[in-house]
Structure formats: structure tokens, C-alpha cells
């Protein structure tokens, strides 16, 4: 059987890309019945002679490469599902994803700001009280410099290529750390919180987490994500002011040249988007969803 089912991952698994660590995480099932299987591995067949049962003669087995397959376990075996596993095709892959990838889409509609991790209570209106304190600003023009950065922010969110990419790099240099929490404040995180961060970074797959990513921010080119931009900007602002030698970004100052005003607004969406790329990049997407 060449094909089984991720019910984490809501994709078609090719044994040839499976590994044994990966048929642990990954909870794989039949395509046709649903029951659980397991991974035969690639295995190298010596050429030898043998004795045919039949004729009772010497013949000779060429040597050979015997690709990794999935198989049902003993006595949940089924030709129908293994005849049905040669059914399946490309066009049959693709439309098993678009199905799953619809369905999380649809939970993005209605939940994306909790899986991201906004916190109404701490983030709402953010921007608007840490620029009108540090400048002394009047409520109107507060909220007009608000919106000309909410634009400008979510123009850059807009770079999907650029975006993904950081995500990726984000990833694969964390899980190539001894001690990837030495990259992070972690002061207010629990014990529990750590230990299930460090085990699921342990566990996740960077390909298949980077297409989870993929669709997360296809989401924001949506009217439903336009409709909640204000509360993605708030979420990557209270982020990037979290280290405070970042407040400085947000001082005007005394009639500051053209030059060093647009380098310090560039400043801070650079750092909005990064710690927004971040939150994509470590969100357990599967585990929001189920």
C-alpha cells in the first residue's frame, strides 16, 4: 500500500517520503477504511537462488529495491483497500487537501485572532495610548498617525513570498538549537508552557508546518482578515514593544530630517513583521484546530 491518510495534518502521505519518526506523529490511516497502518521500510533484496516450490527446482532471484509501503495491521487487512490505494492519484491528493485546507480556512473565519494568541484585555488600543503618552498627542491626530501605520503594516503583510520564507528560516534555526528557549523571554511562561513548547518543536514538521503557515497568511489576503487588520497589527505591535529599547521608535521627536523620520517608520513595521512572522512560524496550527 503506497498511500495512507494524516489525520493531523489533513494530507495524503506517500510512504517513499515517510519516515518511522514521522509514522508516529503523523497518525496515519487508511485512505479507504480509516484503521490504522504501519511503515514497511525500503529494503534491499541480495541476489540469490532459491528452491521453487512447484518445480522443485534451483532458480535464481535477482537482486532488487523494494520500496517502503504502508500496511494494515493483523487482521484489519482488506484487498478492497489495497485495490483502492492504486486509485489514487495526483488529482485525487489534491482535491483530499483542498477539502482539509477549506475546513481550517473556515475556522480561520472564526477563530484566527485566539489561535494567533490575541489578548483583547492587554492589546486592545495598544498602539493608540503608548504613541499618544510618549508624544503627548490630542485623541484625532493619535488616531490618524494609528491608521497611516495600520496601512503601511499591512501593506509589507502583503509580501507573502517574503513572509514565508522568514518563517521558514525562523524555524529551522530554532530546532537546530541545543537550547532554543534562550531565544525568547521566558520569564512569565510556566514550566508546562516551556516543556510543551520545547516537545512540540521537537515533533513538528518544518515542511509541513511551513504549508500550514502557507495557508494562514493566504488567509489575511481575505475580507474576513481585512475586517480584524487592526487587531493583527496590535497583536505584532505589543509583541515589538515588549522590549522596551523599541519605545524609542515611536518618539517624533524635535523637527527630525525626512530622512530619519521614514528610516524609524521603517524601523518598527520591519520589527512588527518579524515578530509577526515569528507567531506564524511557532503557532501549532493543528493543534488550534482540533
Known amino acids: 500500500m503506497r498511500y495512507a491518510k494524516s489525520l493531523l495534518y489533513g494530507i495524503i502521505i506517500d510512504a517513499v517520503d515517510c519516515s518511522y519518526r514521522d ?27 532459491r528452491l521453487a516450490p512447484k518445480s522443485k527446482q534451483i532458480v535464481l532471484v535477482k537482486s532488487a529495491e523494494i520500496s517502503p509501503s504502508f500496511a494494515h495491521f493483523k487482521g484489519l487487512a482488506d484487498e478492497s483497500c489495497i485495490n483502492f490505494n492504486n486509485q489514487i492519484n495526483q488529482s485525487y491528493i489534491n482535491k483530499f487537501q483542498s477539502i482539509n485546507r477549506e475546513q481550517r480556512l473556515k475556522v480561520y473565519n472564526s477563530r484566527f485572532l485566539e489561535i494567533i494568541g490575541y489578548d483583547k484585555k492587554e492589546m486592545r488600543g495598544c498602539f493608540f495610548r503608548v504613541f499618544k503618552q510618549i508624544n503627548k498627542l490630542d485623541n484625532k ?21 517574503t513572509f514565508q520564507g522568514g518563517a521558514r528560516m525562523i524555524l529551522e534555526n530554532l530546532k537546530s538549537e541545543e537550547n532554543p528557549l534562550s531565544r525568547f523571554d521566558v520569564s512569565m511562561a510556566s514550566q508546562e508552557v516551556q516543556h510543551k513548547f520545547l516537545d512540540w518543536l ?39 514593544i515588549f522590549r522596551k529599547d523599541n519605545l524609542k521608535l515611536l518618539q517624533v521627536g524635535d523637527k527630525p530630517t525626512m530622512e530619519e523620520e521614514d528610516e524609524q517608520y521603517r524601523r518598527m513595521i520591519h520589527l512588527m513583521i518579524v515578530d509577526l512572522t515569528e507567531i506564524f512560524a511557532l503557532t501549532d496550527w493543528v493543534g488550534a484546530i482540533q
Open 141 to 161: 491626530t493619535t488616531k490618524k498617525a494609528e491608521k497611516q501605520v495600520i496601512d503601511s503594516f499591512w501593506d509589507v503583510v502583503y509580501d507573502l513570498a
Open 23 to 49: 509514522y508516529a506523529n503523523w497518525q496515519l490511516r487508511c485512505p479507504k477504511c480509516g484503521e490504522p497502518v504501519y511503515l514497511i521500510g525500503a529494503t534491499k533484496r541480495t541476489e540469490h537462488a
Open 202 to 240: 521537537k515533533t513538528v514538521d518544518t515542511d509541513i508546518q511551513i504549508m500550514l503557515v502557507s495557508e494562514a497568511i493566504a488567509f489575511l489576503k481575505t475580507r474576513a482578515a481585512r475586517a480584524i487588520a487592526a487587531e493583527i497589527f496590535e497583536l505584532a505591535f505589543y509583541r515589538m
